[in-house]
């Protein structure tokens, strides 16, 4: 069956940086546009960077400059590198695979001091 695993978050302090990473099983990974989503206490779910499989991206703009998207279709990897993290980046983050809709469980970010 199809399986994303996000892994990476943790608790990290304004400035700071995480690299996320979602492993894809079941599915013909290179053939998959890639999505990253998030969701803050509270709020609803958005998109935050995506990636085709043509390697072309697209990033919320509030992230835009700070996070990048990349892809390795050798080891069936999303990453999403997340830089000069602010408190307001604190969620969920979710990997999905754009157009089949698969979602990972997700894996939480707190960006405090």
């Known amino acids: 069956q199809v399986q994303l695993v996000e892994s990476g978050g943790g608790l990290v302090q304004p400035g700071g940086s995480l690299r996320l990473s979602c492993l894809a099983s079941?599915?013909?990974?290179?053939?998959?546009?890639m999505g990253w989503y998030r969701q803050p206490p509270g709020k609803e779910r958005e998109l935050v960077a995506s990636i085709t499989t043509g390697g072309i991206t697209k990033y919320a703009d509030s992230v835009k400059g700070r996070f990048t998207i990349s892809r390795d279709n050798a080891k069936n990897v999303v990453y999403l590198q997340m830089n000069s993290l602010k408190p307001e980046d604190t969620a969920v983050y979710y990997c999905?695979?754009?157009?089949?809709?698969?979602w990972g469980q997700g894996t939480h970010v707190t960006v405090s001091s």
């Open positions: 079941g599915i013909i990974f290179r053939l998959n546009d």
């Open positions: 999905r695979t754009m157009v089949s809709n698969y």
